[in-house]
């Protein structure tokens, strides 16, 4: 799905079918004559060994898509899902993040999912559900997007248009800092929260200490950084680079699965 938004004339193959691991892309798009809004799409692949490592990405003021296949497991794997949306989408007041679930049902195989206990444990959540066959070429010709694709494409880009941080107004140094660390990235995939701080005071001198905090959970919600106070030894840390952090986790995942050795 991400791939057919961010690049709608790629014709599907069975190479798509699932997403390995993780994978970070950049979706830009057209919201007036003048202006653009820069999406960071970010796909799980849904491995369990992988779940801790996800956890590095969800934010609240998300979006969260589900897809859903006709895997027997598909009633349990889609709770499970949810509850991740929930638990680290939720925001400061305790509001439920969007959520759309999308049946992906290819070569034509009809899903029927049970939410009646996603409706009871979730009873004030909206989950926006739509069908759609993301493989199947005898629907879906090269160069070609069908109905049912822009449906969703429009109700993502409404979605996040509606999302409390897209459009808020921000002092003009936060935009001029958020440039400098997309500069640096290419340079260095992380700095010190005190190389942050000197960044931060290069672009005004009157930033203080809890300024510099209130911006560095601002660029963590928007998906800019990574920004981790919570998670001992990632304290002092900024993260430029996501997908660095990814590589980190994945070699240590490797390293402890490796049998012992002499």
């Known amino acids: 799905l991400i791939r057919r938004l961010v690049n709608p004339f790629t014709p599907s193959s069975d190479d798509w079918a699932r997403t390995g691991g993780l994978n970070i892309s950049k979706w830009i798009f057209p919201i007036d004559k003048e202006r653009f809004l820069q999406a960071n799409p970010v796909s799980f692949g849904g491995q369990v060994s992988f779940h801790d490592g996800y956890k590095l990405f969800l934010r609240p003021h998300a979006l969260y898509l589900i897809m859903v296949d006709d895997r027997s497991d598909a009633d349990h794997s889609l709770?499970?899902?949810?509850?991740?949306a929930v638990a680290h989408g939720k925001d400061e007041k305790g509001a439920y993040p969007p959520i759309m679930l999308i049946q992906n049902e290819k070569r034509e195989a009809r899903i029927h999912l049970n939410l009646e206990n996603i409706n009871k444990d979730y009873p004030d959540l909206q989950i926006d559900v739509r069908s759609v066959n993301l493989v199947d070429l005898s629907s879906q010709l090269e160069g070609f997007v069908n109905d049912k694709i822009r449906e969703i494409e429009n109700y993502i880009r409404t979605s996040l248009l509606q999302l409390p941080s897209v459009g808020a107004r921000i002092p003009s140094a936060w935009r001029d800092?958020?440039?400098?660390?997309?500069?640096?990235?290419?340079?260095?995939?992380?700095?010190?929260?005190?190389?942050?701080?000197?960044?931060?005071?290069?672009?005004?001198?009157?930033?203080?200490?809890?300024?510099?905090?209130?911006?560095?959970?601002?660029l963590h919600t928007k998906g800019s950084i990574g920004y981790y106070k919570h998670i001992q030894g990632l304290e002092e840390v900024i993260i430029l680079d996501l997908a660095w952090i990814w590589e980190i986790y994945t070699d240590l995942m490797d390293h402890r699965?490796?049998?012992a050795t002499k």
């Not at 709770?79 to 991740?84: A, E, G, L, R, Y």
């Not at 990235?185 to 200490?209: A, G, H, T, V, W």
Request: aromatic share 16%; proline share 4%; with cysteine.
């Open 177 to 218: 800092i958020k440039e400098e660390l997309e500069k640096r990235k290419d340079r260095n995939p992380y700095i010190s929260f005190r190389e942050f701080q000197r960044i931060c005071n290069s672009y005004y001198s009157l930033f203080r200490e809890a300024d510099v905090n209130v911006l560095a959970d601002y």
């Open 79 to 84: 709770k499970k899902w949810i509850d991740i």
């Open 257 to 259: 699965q490796l049998p």
